[in-house]
T-cell receptor
Framework: EAQVTQNPRYLITVTGKKLTVTCSQN?????MSWYRQDPGLGLRQIYY???????DKGDVPEGYKVSRKEKRNFPLILESPSPNQTSLYFC????????????FGDGTRLSIL | AQTVTQSQPEMSVQEAETVTLSCTYD???????LFWYKQPPSRQMILVIR??????QNATENRFSVNFQKAAKSFSLKISDSQLGDTAMYFC??????????????FGTGTRLTIIP
């Protein structure tokens, strides 16, 4: 079954404690992306990757890091989380062709206290 | 930069009725793609329908259809014979065409639709 898998689904943690949200897809997609969803703001792109070892900033990259060492995985790293990063996070992937729909993971709800 | 506006934060409709969700966008691009995504209470993001800007024919997927007005930059979603399972947040999204492959989605702020039994 084609899937984008995120872990964890929920996390409550404290300010400054490094955390990683993993994202894995089994569709051999080149393009992967992270979004955050906040009430009244819709979804906004954090980082994206066009292929292995190719990453770039989206609209709201501050406070986040990513890596793309292998095609299937695209982890999101918060080196020093702060309360303003409390949000619902989505990973998405697609073939790197125009118009290809992006397949989303089930979301990760992060709460930073 | 592109912007997407959904002016209806919430809507409700009786089961089996038809409802239309509005979406307008602003762009200087001529080639682009538009999408409607559904987010039920389970939080999944589910693609409902998509439209290529170069196509004049409005896209249709079963009970879901769009009214795409390129000159007016309008992209509304019509849900016919609404069902309880249509209760969800609906997001309109824009993606510009490039020669380099995929691009980010720019989302509207969403419309929360409730289907009343």
């Amino acid at each position: 079954e084609a899937q984008v898998t995120q872990n964890p689904r929920y996390l409550i943690t404290v300010t400054g404690k490094k955390l990683t949200v993993t994202c894995s897809q089994n569709m051999n997609h080149e393009y992967m992306s992270w979004y955050r969803q906040d009430p009244g703001l819709g979804l906004r792109q954090i980082y994206y990757s066009m292929n292995v070892e190719v990453t770039d900033k989206g609209d709201v990259p501050e406070g986040y890091k990513v890596s793309r060492k292998e095609k299937r995985n695209f982890p999101l790293i918060l080196e020093s989380p702060s309360p303003n990063q409390t949000s619902l996070y989505f990973c998405a992937s697609s073939l790197n062709r125009q118009n290809q729909p992006q397949h989303f993971g089930d979301g990760t709800r992060l709460s930073i206290l | 930069a592109q912007t997407v506006t959904q002016s209806q934060p919430e809507m409700s409709v009786q089961e089996a009725e038809t409802v239309t969700l509005s979406c307008t966008y602003d762009t200087s691009e001529n080639n682009y793609y538009l999408f409607w995504y559904k987010q039920p209470p389970s939080r999944q993001m589910i693609l409902v329908i998509r439209q290529e800007a170069y196509k004049q024919q409005n896209a249709t997927e079963n009970r879901f259809s769009v009214n795409f007005q390129k000159a007016a930059k309008s992209f509304s979603l019509k849900i016919s014979d609404s069902q309880l399972g249509d209760t969800a947040m609906y997001f309109c999204a824009f993606m510009k065409h490039t020669n380099f492959g995929n691009e980010k989605l720019t989302f509207g702020t969403g419309t929360r639709l409730t289907i009343i039994p």
